[in-house]
């Protein structure tokens, strides 16, 4: 082990580099890296304060994608971990001190999504929403919504979206979309003015473009109901639309969406971002199942229906994928033309985690392998994918 005077030299050297290599050296680096770095020196410090560094690494970062998990053990405390494609390991996000803020002893707290330097926690027996701001270090409760107080449960993963300010990465919109009393209606928080604001989607009439989110109020066998709305038009109203699934292969398939567990399920439907993935399973005995067939559906260009995209290769499924498991979550991500998943699968509390891309223009699935990061045994409250973090 390096003593203390070892590392204190290894960093007065690292300062006598010219400052154009150090800024190179350290754009390299993740941002919990960054942050650590900080502590070295005055020297190191000066440098990543600087508006031009902060400019280009936040410009970098900005195509980083990222997918955090958030896992618990009983009695005690629980971890959020970071691991981006710029990376090969995972970082753990010191959050818990920050929670202990404003959550009481024995509270359960889930993990719901995340966004720049955003994340958003809920209280399942306050039925409260928490937002953390890991850079600033302030933890707000968001004011519930117009539906009133909600537990863990009435949050689906593929019907919300939190959005960050390109002009103030301190504030954030968090979007969600759910049938209120029978109307697909789109609810909204704005955290600058802390003020949420609800809208009845309108059924759409016309194509829906590429500057459209997609956030799914229902998702059945055959049938989903999706509201689409324009983010980055303040004045957007939501359109609905309700596009048909034209099952392919055995009608008497058993179906889960989101989440599959036991013998019990021979198809999982993950939903994300205006995609669909089916995940198609055979059994091994009367617990375990392994992975036979993956596909990617896409909404039609008039949103009346899903279309067949890709299938994965066999040869990605058979040699790094089709391993046994007990049970399966999975989530979906679409930014710049690329659909990311995670699928995580469980058996006897051990975890894996399979990240799978598609490149649509290229017609290229990827898989990325991730190092293990510890979860045997624990609870999986909460997984998602968020773009890259920034330095403010």
């Not at 790094?320 to 699968?345: D, W």
Request: include cysteine.
């Amino acid at each position: 082990m390096e003593s203390h005077r070892d590392l204190a030299t290894k960093a007065i050297s690292f300062c006598l580099l010219p400052s154009e290599l150090i800024q190179y050296i350290i754009l390299q680096l993740a941002l919990p890296e960054i942050i650590q770095l900080k502590l070295v020196n005055k020297s190191i410090f000066s440098i990543i304060s600087d508006q031009n560094f902060v400019r280009n690494y936040n410009h970098q970062s900005s195509s980083a994608t990222w997918l955090f998990l958030y896992k618990k053990r009983w009695r005690r405390e629980a971890i959020l971990y970071g691991f981006t494609d710029c990376s090969n390991r995972w970082f753990n996000i010191f959050i818990a001190d920050l929670l202990k803020q404003v959550v009481p002893p024995g509270e359960d707290v889930y993990f719901l999504t995340a966004n720049a330097n955003i994340f958003l926690f809920a209280l399942n027996n306050r039925q409260e929403v928490m937002s953390v701001d890991i850079m600033t270090r302030m933890v707000k409760k968001i004011p519930p919504s117009p539906l009133g107080p909600r537990g863990t449960s009435s949050w689906r993963r593929s019907g919300m979206k939190l959005l960050s300010c390109p002009y103030n990465s301190e504030h954030f919109r968090f979007l969600f979309a759910e049938l209120h009393e029978s109307h697909p209606t789109l609810f909204e928080y704005n955290s600058k003015v802390e003020r949420w604001q609800f809208t009845q989607a309108i059924e759409a009439t016309q194509e829906l473009g590429d500057d459209f989110i997609f956030l799914s109020a229902s998702n059945g066998r055959n049938r989903s109901v999706i509201i689409g709305v324009r983010p980055d038009q303040s004045n957007s109203i939501p359109v609905v639309i309700r596009p048909t699934f034209i099952t392919r292969g055995n009608e008497e398939d058993r179906l889960a969406i989101g989440f599959s567990w036991g013998n019990a399920i021979d198809i999982l439907h993950v939903y994300g971002d205006g995609n669909i993935m089916t995940i198609k399973s055979d059994k091994v005995n009367k617990t375990v199942r392994k992975i036979k067939r993956i596909e990617l559906w896409g909404l039609s260009t008039n949103g009346r229906y899903w279309e067949f995209i890709s299938m994965a290769p066999n040869e990605l499924i058979v040699d790094k994928i089709s391993k046994p498991y007990g049970a399966m979550i999975g989530c979906m991500q679409k930014t710049q033309g690329i659909t990311r998943a995670i699928l995580m699968t469980n058996l006897e509390g051990t975890w894996e985690t399979i990240w799978l891309s598609y490149n649509k223009r290229d017609d290229y699935w990827a898989w990325l392998s991730l190092p293990d990061c510890n979860m045997k045994g624990s609870n999986l409250a909460g997984v998602t994918f968020s773009s890259g973090l920034t330095l403010t």
